[in-house]
Nanobody, 123 residues
Framework: QVQLVESGGGLVQPGGSLRLSCTASRSIFTISINTMNWYRQAPGKERELVASVTSGGYTRYAESVKGRFTISRDNAKNTVHLQMNSLKPEDTAVYHC???????????????WGQGTQVTVSS
């Protein structure tokens, strides 16, 4: 019905930058995308919300990434980006895209996850 596909992870040195992208593919035209989110999960830690953006462009961030990460979305391309600057070793994690959807044909909301992309910050 809907798939989320992430790209852009990799290995970067401390202080470096990476840009993650996530595209939602919809096979049903009655489905709209509401809030899009980026989560991350480091080994041995719980998954945490990193940043989110509503369909209207309202954004919010985890305190640990404020001023360093920027979330943005292109509604025409069903894509959300996460620009990550001044990366730190503690940013190392698997980053997952997540989105809330609404199907006006069934009048139901649902939530999907991407498969995740690894970000490693190390010298």
């Amino acid at each position: 019905q809907v798939q989320l596909v992430e790209s852009g992870g990799g290995l970067v040195q401390p202080g470096g930058s990476l840009r993650l992208s996530c595209t939602a593919s919809r096979s049903i035209f009655t489905i709209s995308i509401n809030t899009m989110n980026w989560y991350r999960q480091a080994p041995g830690k719980e998954r945490e919300l990193v940043a989110s953006v509503t369909s209207g462009g309202y954004t919010r961030y985890a305190e640990s990434v404020k001023g360093r990460f920027t979330i943005s979305r292109d509604n025409a391309k069903n894509t959300v980006h996460l620009q990550m600057n001044s990366l730190k070793p503690e940013d190392t994690a698997v980053y997952h895209c997540n989105a809330d959807f609404y199907d006006r044909a069934t009048m139901k909301s649902f939530n999907n996850w991407g498969q995740g992309t690894q970000v490693t910050v190390s010298s």
